[in-house]
C-alpha cells in the first residue's frame, strides 16, 4: 500500500480563508479574490491585484504573515465574506495570525501593494483610490505602520510575500521587479 507524500512544509503552514468561510486546512500558497492566507515560519503567499489592494500583516520577530486580497474598502455591515472588504479584511487577519501564534504577543508592520485605475474611461476617486485610502485609514487607527507600498498607477502587479525575511516582491508589466 502505497501513502501520498506528505504536503511540503513549505505548503503545509498556509491557509488562505475561502470567501464565505473561517479558515480550513488549504495546502495552497495562492490567494484569491477575498481571501486571506496565513503563515508559519516558511512560506510565500502570492496574489495578483489591479484596483484591488494587496495587503502583508506581519511580525518579522515571529515570522508569522498574513496576504489578504482586498477588493473593496467598506463591507456596508455584510460579515460573510470578511476577506473581500477593507473594514473586515484586517480584523479577521490579525484575528487569524493571533490564533497562529497562540496569543504570543505580536509586533506588526504592514506593506501594500494595489490600488491601480485599471480603466482608462475612469476619472475622479476610483475604486482603487478609496481602496487605498481605508486601507490607510484603518491601520493607522490600530496602529500598525505600513513600511512599503506600492500604489496607484494604471496596471495590474503580481504581488509575493515570502514569511521567512519578510520581503514583497512587486512584478509589474513592462517594469523591473520590486522588492519591498
Given at each position: ?5 506528505a ?94 501564534v ?35 485609514r ?43
Amino acid at each position: 500500500m502505497t501513502h501520498p507524500p506528505a504536503p511540503s512544509r513549505r505548503n503545509a503552514d498556509v491557509a488562505p480563508t475561502p470567501p464565505a468561510t473561517r479558515p480550513t486546512a488549504f495546502h495552497t500558497n495562492a490567494i484569491g479574490i477575498g481571501e486571506i492566507g496565513v503563515a508559519r515560519h516558511e512560506g510565500v503567499l502570492r496574489t495578483f491585484v489591479g484596483s484591488c489592494i494587496g495587503l502583508a500583516i506581519y511580525d518579522q520577530r515571529q515570522r508569522v504573515a498574513g496576504l489578504a486580497h482586498i477588493m473593496l474598502p467598506d463591507s456596508k455591515g455584510d460579515p460573510s465574506q470578511p476577506g473581500r472588504y477593507a473594514d473586515t479584511a484586517i480584523p479577521e487577519m490579525m484575528r487569524l495570525l493571533r490564533d497562529t501564534v497562540g496569543g504570543l504577543n505580536l509586533r506588526l508592520a504592514a506593506k501594500m501593494v494595489g490600488g491601480a485605475k485599471m480603466f482608462a474611461f475612469q476619472s475622479g476617486v476610483t475604486v482603487g483610490d478609496q481602496n487605498v485610502a481605508a486601507v490607510e485609514r484603518i491601520l493607522q487607527g490600530l496602529g500598525i505602520p505600513v513600511l512599503a507600498r506600492d500604489c496607484g498607477g494604471e496596471r495590474g502587479r503580481r504581488v509575493s510575500f515570502d514569511i521567512t525575511n519578510g520581503e514583497m516582491r512587486v512584478e509589474t508589466l513592462g517594469l523591473p521587479p520590486a522588492i519591498l
